[in-house]
């Protein structure tokens, strides 16, 4: 199994990027709950036959959609590792939970962060997001939010953010109980960063209804273009109307590790929590999200409860406290952190911010290429790693929506779509440290070559 994921990695160029599941590899599954045991050897060669080849691909250097990491052999090892200790990092006294807290100061050294910030694994930044609306609202309410509810309180708390943010903020706001109406979408500049001049008057107008604003989120990479808001002047805006400064830094935080990129991100210094994913720009295989505190008190009092089962001791199996359990919702947590760690320490974090740099280069790479190509034009500024673009025709709608399946149904690569000022973009998001200016090339030429097919008149689809 070992040298079949080795050989996965290392062969992965020679595979399409993603392939259309046949009928019956879908079907193939279906069975009666086993009560006989199959042999090994056989469950493994399922795995290689009906399930490998059928993956989204993003260990792929061609794969380019949404914003999906690469993953490592350092990282699958990791979790090979992980699993055979088989460690429960909710809590108790155990060298897994120190390590998590060596990534945790690392966190805060990479963010500048106080050594009293808290912070821990979680699944993804949607989680982590959640969790941060969840410790802002009981900061603004107090601890008694916890058991009386919101709607014991008289008042109305209300969150801002840019509508370039990703929707899990306004999921975040669904699900604290908040609800998503009470999340203010404030509109974008030409560059996708959020319109402070718009923030401030929505602060200013909610207080004259009698809302009580509480909560900004501004993002650290845009999901749909990679724009970074101006978080210094967020920080500012903030720390004037005393409310509860976050950044959604899902894929954008980790570009702190790039010398040349971390002054875009500058004032994220200043967030009370950061919430980013260390499986997408970090590399680290799925799933690793993390939440960063910057007042552990107010992290805790969101959500350490006392529970007879869960007793604390100063010596033995039960010492440690406080427990990760005491800072999020999960009681059972795998040991997330050791792939991270494994990551930080064997690549060292120079090549990770390496890594992270040339992915924006390749992208400046595409944009050039895309200028130069008059079939081709761009449809947003490339700021980090992302570049939207399109090919020019008529119907470019129908015709850019259809080039996308056509190429990835090519397994030649995988861009995904998105909206710019209304118009179809084609997507590509370069996260992955295999991606080199081959990848980028093929894919433009995918995007030509079929581009030019579907839009020319004989092979134009009647339903078009
Ligand atoms: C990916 C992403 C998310 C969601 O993160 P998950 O790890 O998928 O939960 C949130 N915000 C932004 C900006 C993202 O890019």
Redesign the pocket.
């Known amino acids: 199994m070992l040298d079949d994921m080795l050989d996965y990695m290392a062969h992965i160029r020679t595979r399409p990027v993603w392939q259309p599941i046949p009928e019956s590899v879908r079907t193939s599954l279906q069975e009666p709950l086993p009560s006989e045991a199959t042999e090994l050897a056989a469950v493994h060669q399922t795995f290689m036959q009906e399930i490998l080849p059928y993956a989204v691909g993003n260990a792929h250097p061609g794969f380019m959609g949404w914003?999906h990491g690469g993953g490592t052999p350092v990282g699958m090892l990791a979790e090979m590792l992980a699993a055979g200790l088989n460690a429960n990092l909710g809590g108790r006294d155990q060298m897994p939970i120190e390590l998590e807290r060596q990534v945790v100061q690392w966190v805060r050294e990479l963010f500048g962060f106080p050594h009293t910030a808290s912070g821990l694994f979680v699944n993804?930044?949607?989680?982590a997001?959640f969790i941060a609306v969840l410790v802002a609202r009981t900061t603004a309410l107090g601890a008694n939010v916890r058991r009386a509810g919101i709607a014991a309180s008289e008042r109305r708390l209300v969150a801002y953010t840019s509508a370039s943010a990703?929707n899990?903020i306004a999921q975040a706001m669904d699900l604290s109980g908040l609800g998503s109406n009470a999340l203010r979408i404030i509109p974008v500049t030409t560059q996708h960063q959020m319109d402070i001049d718009a923030l401030e008057r929505a602060i200013a107008a909610d207080r004259r209804a009698g809302y009580t604003p509480f909560f900004i989120a501004g993002?650290a990479?845009?999901?749909d273009v990679g724009a970074v808001d101006d978080l210094a002047t967020l920080a500012d805006v903030a720390e004037k109307n005393a409310l509860w400064f976050h950044v959604?830094g899902?894929?954008g935080a980790l570009a702190m590790l790039a010398p040349e990129l971390a002054p875009r991100l500058s004032g994220i210094e200043r967030a009370d929590s950061i919430a980013f994913?260390f499986?997408?720009w970090g590399q680290v295989p799925y799933d690793a999200?993390f939440i960063l505190v910057r007042d552990s008190n107010a992290h805790l009092s969101t959500f350490a409860s006392p529970a007879a089962y869960l007793g604390r001791e100063t010596r033995g199996l039960a010492a440690g406290s406080p427990w990760p359990c005491d800072f999020g919702p999960d009681l059972s947590r795998g040991f997330r952190a050791l792939k991270a760690w494994f990551t930080i320490k064997v690549y060292g974090t120079e090549k990770l911010g390496q890594v992270i740099a040339h992915t924006c280069a390749l992208a400046q790479y595409m944009r050039q290429c895309i200028d130069n190509e008059t079939a081709l034009e761009l449809l947003s500024p490339v700021s980090l790693n992302v570049v939207c673009f399109r090919y020019r025709c008529e119907d470019a709608e129908c015709v850019n929506r259809d080039i996308v399946t056509a190429i990835h149904e090519s397994g030649i690569a995988a861009p995904s779509t998105t909206t710019i000022n209304g118009q179809l973009a084609i997507r590509a998001a370069i996260v992955n440290h295999r991606t080199t200016r081959q990848d980028i090339d093929a894919l433009l030429r995918a995007t030509l070559e079929f581009g030019q097919a579907i839009s020319s008149p004989p092979l134009r689809r009647t339903s078009l």
């Open positions: 914003v993804g930044t949607s989680m997001n990703h899990c993002t990479g845009t999901v959604d899902a894929y994913d499986h997408k999200g």
